[in-house]
């Protein structure tokens, strides 16, 4: 379909849906949804139940970065669950947040619509990043009707005087369902990860590069994709801490590190995520226990993706295994100086194979690709 706004014909769901069905024969877990993001954010509510009753007639899961996440997080996680309801099929909710400081609180709201759901028997589960910033591509601070067609007709588009105009008007007024992060982080609270060619950009907020250029920083933002080619990862300040440890503790939440590795100052969660919950959030703030952490991280991510061989210390499982100090780990890694390793892990064994010895890589290359499941297991 590209990257069209328009729903499916017939022919296209049907078409999509032996896809499935043949890459999930091939070994495939089930399938996973952007709708927040060109093209996934054109899907409407009917074309993923479609897609999802063959995931979950095949045993598979659907995992699912909600089309919004800030003003309308409430009705987007409803939507998550309507889809589990209406198929049978495994839910995951990726990165759960209530983004914005509107939205600040709402976890309370949305987490009980998750304990509602799984008291029907609906098996849905989220997961969350331990940092109250989230990362993405920066042409996404822009409305959806400047996507379609692709990545060179965005690009065509804001070179044009009036196109930018308009662009600035829906990001001051808002378009009905768009999640419209420029308005909801503010120019301020959005930093540059990377760029592929203006190295002196990366670490500085939108704000902050529009007034040493002297524009607006809407400008500012189409220029810098002009000029990177869109090219351009960012960093939105924009969750509270309160929400974040709130999704952490819940019990049909479990952690994930949401990371894209890159140069210049990607989001520190590529390198601290799963420290930064044993030190921060077990150690010092005591938010959880040390034993459910860990079972955030191992075992209950391993039933959710039904992997039976992984995930837990028990005879006949995979030795995947990592040791260290409860008392010293902790993550290094700061949204200024992202590029640092934690500290107090001793060994990690992958499959039995030492791959860290005394903290430092031993080059052992012994992954396995995980064989996909007959079915997912619920996580209570």
């Not at 390198?271 to 703030?285: A, C, D, I, Q, W």
């Amino acid at each position: 379909m590209g990257v069209d706004d328009r729903e499916p014909t017939p022919e296209e769901l049907t078409t999509m849906k032996q896809s499935i069905e043949v890459a999930m024969g091939e070994g495939a877990f089930g399938l996973s949804s952007g709708l927040a993001y060109p093209p996934g954010l054109f899907s409407n509510q009917h074309e993923m139940i479609e897609l999802c009753k063959v995931v979950a007639q095949k045993g598979g899961i659907y995992t699912t970065h909600m089309r919004n996440e800030t003003d309308a997080c409430i009705e987007c996680v409803g939507e998550s669950i309507e889809i589990g309801e209406k198929t049978g099929v495994s839910v995951e909710i990726s990165h759960h947040k209530t983004a914005g400081t509107d939205n600040w609180g709402k976890s309370h709201l949305t987490l009980k619509l998750v304990d509602e759901a799984r008291a029907k028997g609906i098996n849905v589960n989220c997961d969350v990043y331990p940092y109250p910033a989230a990362s993405t591509m920066l042409q996404s601070l822009l409305p959806p009707w400047v996507h379609v067609g692709g990545m060179a007709k965005m690009l065509e588009r804001i070179r044009m005087p009036e196109i930018r105009q308009k662009i600035k008007e829906d990001i001051s007024k808002g378009l009905p369902t768009w999640e419209n992060l420029a308005k909801t982080s503010g120019w301020e609270n959005i930093m540059i990860g990377f760029c592929k060619n203006g190295k002196e950009l990366e670490g500085k907020s939108i704000n902050e590069i529009a007034l040493a250029r002297n524009v607006e920083p809407a400008e500012a933002l189409f220029d810098i994709l002009i000029e990177e080619e869109s090219n351009v990862s960012m960093v939105m300040f924009m969750m509270s801490e309160d929400d974040v440890t709130n999704i952490l503790k819940h019990p049909a939440v479990l952690v994930v590190s949401d990371a894209f590795y890159s140069t210049g100052k990607p989001h520190p969660r590529y390198f601290g995520s799963f420290p930064r919950v044993l030190s921060k959030y077990v150690r010092t703030e005591k938010a959880i226990t040390l034993e459910n952490g860990i079972r955030k991280m191992t075992s209950m991510p391993a039933q959710k993706l039904g992997l039976r061989d992984r995930g837990m210390l028990l005879e006949g499982m995979w030795a995947d295994i990592t040791v260290f100090d409860p008392e010293t780990i902790e993550d290094k890694a700061t949204f200024a100086v992202p590029a640092q390793l934690p500290v107090g892990i001793h060994y990690v064994l992958v499959n039995g194979q030492v791959s860290v010895r005394d903290g430092k890589y031993t080059g052992a290359v012994a992954g396995k690709t995980a064989v996909a499941p007959s079915a997912p297991l619920a996580c209570t």
